[in-house]
């Protein structure tokens, strides 16, 4: 018989723990063995969630394109590894700029001369929005790192929750070292680790189960 990830993880254990509300500023985990093999051991932090939809970058997948060579004067803001970060199948020409907000200062005030836009607007917590249009050192020393990604992932009004029903995500508390985890860190285990038992026991779970 085929190996099918329904087959693998059996009564999928997400759909049985209890469920978080999805929030910008929250992860979604992708469940062991999901279905969607483009979503497999990824990390989404949300940054819109409302009644119009929902917003996420991956956090997990690295393009190879140096930030230098395609935004210049950010590379210098961007945490290591200072490269292009995959955030979703979606619109992948658009740019999108999560930044961790330093301990204790404000989003600094002004706005974008062209578009109007703020240039910072604050997710939720120490996380925040950056305008790509204005001048880096606008915003330099209220950051203590950023990431730059190509594209999002979106859901629909009522979708995601129906995944979430269904246990294809867990969703848990984002920290500042998530968005900005260096390039060796195993961000989908690291999460799950520290959540309530036994998510624990599936840290080390591959992506194909057949690498066991």
């Not at 269904?166 to 999460?191: E, H, M, Q, T």
């Amino acid at each position: 018989m085929a190996l099918n990830p329904e087959n693998l993880y059996g009564d999928r254990l997400f759909s049985s723990l209890e469920r978080g509300t999805p929030a910008a500023g929250m992860l979604l985990l992708a469940a062991p063995g999901m279905a969607s093999p483009e979503f497999a051991r990824s990390v989404i932090f949300l940054v819109e969630h409302d009644e119009h939809g929902t917003l996420g970058v991956d956090l997990t997948q690295r393009s190879q394109t140096p930030v230098h060579n395609v935004l210049e004067p950010w590379a210098p803001l961007m945490s290591k590894p200072p490269v292009l970060y995959i955030g979703g199948p979606l619109n992948q020409n658009q740019p999108i700029c999560v930044g961790v907000v330093r301990g204790g200062a404000e989003l600094p005030e002004g706005t974008d001369d062209v578009t109007g836009a703020p240039f910072m607007e604050r997710i939720a917590h120490r996380f925040a929005l950056i305008n790509l249009g204005i001048e880096p050192e606008l915003v330099k020393g209220s950051l203590d790192g950023a990431r730059i990604f190509a594209g999002y992932a979106g859901w629909e009004p009522g979708q995601l929750d129906e995944e979430i029903d269904r246990g294809d995500w867990y969703v848990a508390p984002a920290l500042p070292s998530d968005v900005l985890a260096p390039a060796a860190a195993d961000i989908w285990g690291d999460c799950l680790r520290r959540q309530p038992w036994p998510l624990p026991l599936y840290g080390t779970y591959p992506v194909d189960v057949r690498d066991n």
